[in-house]
C-alpha cells in the first residue's frame, strides 16, 4: 500500500517513519493512542496534525506488520 502521508527520510528522526512534512513519528502517534490519548486530546497537542495523519500512522503500523516475517521454534517460515 502507499502511505503518501507518511515520510521515511535518514535525514529526519534518524529514518524513522513520520508525518510527512513534521518531525512527529509513527510510533510517538501509536504510543500515545496506546496510552490512552484520543483522537481529539493529540490533534490540541500538535494542531497542525490532522486526524487522517494519524488514521495514516496507524495503517502503515498495519501494514508493516502484516508484512513481518513469522518464524516458528522449529524455523519453519510462514
Do not use: C, W
Not at 490540541?44 to 502484516?66: G, N, V
Request: no cysteine; net charge negative; aromatic share 6%.
Amino acid at each position: 500500500m502507499i502511505h503518501t502521508r507518511i515520510e521515511i527520510n535518514p535525514k529526519i528522526m534518524f529514518g524513522k517513519p513520520v508525518i510527512k512534512g513534521t518531525r512527529i513519528t509513527v510510533e510517538s502517534l501509536l504510543r500515545k493512542l496506546a496510552g490512552g490519548m484520543s483522537i481529539e486530546e493529540i490533534l490540541a497537542d500538535h494542531p497542525h496534525l490532522t486526524a487522517q495523519d494519524i488514521y495514516a500512522a496507524t495503517a502503515f503500523a498495519a501494514d508493516h506488520l502484516a508484512e513481518e516475517e513469522i518464524i516458528f521454534a522449529d524455523g519453519q517460515h510462514l
